[in-house]
């Protein structure tokens, strides 16, 4: 893995990373090809687990065994025009590029099928994403045997974290003057654009 220096994420931004969790790729070998599932997982520090649930007919859930797993948590990203760099006005020495935040998460994938853990599994990722919303919906709001069908249809999984890379490539290379034009552009664009731009101001990128 590339990983510049000045890309890297320090060891307080990737644990603050991780302990947001959010939506991400699964990767894991499987007898004869890479098994890859997208899924919302949650950070578990007291076991410093990542854990999330899939469908019980997808096959990756069996692929637990001796072979690392890697999950993938991205970030913000957006397209960064060279129009937004100043410098491109003065030598027009500039090309286009991406700016992205991204989480590699190695580790060894252990399945969970009982009715417990995943119950507690839901009821907790549910509690997460409905925080702060005028009427937040609980699992105990279904019918019981509803939300027991829909247990018996899943199965949950624990990664186990071994190491995590975190890279931040938010034009920490270009010049201060650059960076703000950069951060400007992408505050008139879309959200992603606007998220993008914020998280540049978040690592102390605006100089303007």
Not at 38 to 60: D, F, I, K, Q
């Amino acid at each position: 893995m590339i990983l510049p220096g000045q890309f890297r994420l320090s060891d307080d931004a990737v644990a603050d990373s991780l302990r947001a969790g959010g939506f991400g790729h699964l990767v894991t070998p499987g007898p004869e090809t890479l098994e890859v599932t997208s899924m919302p997982l949650l950070y578990n520090a007291e076991g410093n687990v990542l854990e999330g649930h899939l469908a019980r007919t997808n096959p990756h859930w069996r692929y637990t065994g001796t072979s690392e797993s890697l999950v993938i948590l991205p970030g913000a990203d957006a397209y960064v025009s060279p129009e937004f760099y100043p410098s491109k006005s003065v030598h027009g020495k500039v090309v286009p590029t991406w700016n992205y935040e991204v989480l590699y998460v190695y580790g060894q994938l252990v399945a969970h099928d009982d009715e417990q853990w995943l119950r507690a599994h839901v009821t907790a990722l549910t509690a997460r994403h409905e925080s702060g919303r005028e009427n937040e919906w609980k699992v105990t709001d279904a019918p019981p045997q509803f939300v027991d069908a829909q247990l018996r249809g899943i199965v949950g999984i624990e990664l186990h974290v071994a190491r995590v890379y975190g890279k931040a490539k938010l034009n920490q290379n270009r010049s201060p003057a650059d960076r703000s034009g950069v951060i400007r552009g992408l505050e008139k664009g879309s959200f992603s654009e606007r998220e993008t731009a914020a998280a540049m101001v978040a690592a102390g990128l605006d100089n303007g």
